[in-house]
């Protein structure tokens, strides 16, 4: 596919393929949005391309919610042995932390999507704050990263962009 964004001229293959079929899309499920998180926060401090390099094994490691509020000292020590994440520590005790707090969300506003529509709209400094109370390892650009990348922050494509003029928000983002 190809796009006219300037999220992905110029950029490698993997910036094209994670622009024309993931960023700006919003996610489908709870697992969906959590490892759109930890693909953010697994980019903090380093290139998004060493990122999206990794994006599968980020995926597969940090597959669900469930899994992942589960984990166990062993399971961090497998962690960081793992070439196909970022192997740092405080990421991984974040999204650990991060999947706990996702799991009481759920339980009090039905999905993690919920819990988002719920606080649905918020300047970006108003998400920040409020991710900062929620979640660890969630500063500014993070969670502006994030929550553009779901959709519900503008950004995503420019105007122009053939791939962001087929997404279909279910919030106005403007």
């Excluded at 759920?106 to 929620?134: A, H, I, M, N």
Aim: hydrophobic letters at 35%.
């Amino acid at each position: 596919m190809i796009s006219y964004c300037k999220f992905s001229r110029l950029r490698s293959d993997v910036h094209r393929e994670h622009h024309d079929t993931e960023h700006g899309f919003q996610p489908g499920s709870d697992d969906d949005l959590f490892r759109r998180l930890m693909l953010e926060i697994s980019q903090a401090g380093l290139s998004f391309e060493t990122i999206l390099k990794k994006k599968k094994g980020i995926y597969k490691a940090f597959s669900t919610v469930e899994i992942v509020a589960n984990f166990k000292e062993k399971d961090i020590e497998k962690l960081m042995q793992n070439p196909g994440i970022i192997r740092n520590r405080l990421k991984i005790l974040a999204a650990i932390h991060n999947a706990k707090k996702i799991k009481e969300i759920q339980r009090e506003y039905g999905s993690f999507c919920k819990w988002l529509d719920f606080y649905y709209p918020l300047k970006k400094e108003e998400w920040v704050k409020l991710f900062k109370k929620t979640f660890k390892f969630t500063g500014g650009e993070i969670v502006n990263e994030f929550m553009m990348s779901i959709g519900y922050l503008p950004g995503a494509h420019d105007e122009d962009c053939p791939i962001g003029k087929k997404l279909k928000y279910k919030h106005k983002i403007s």
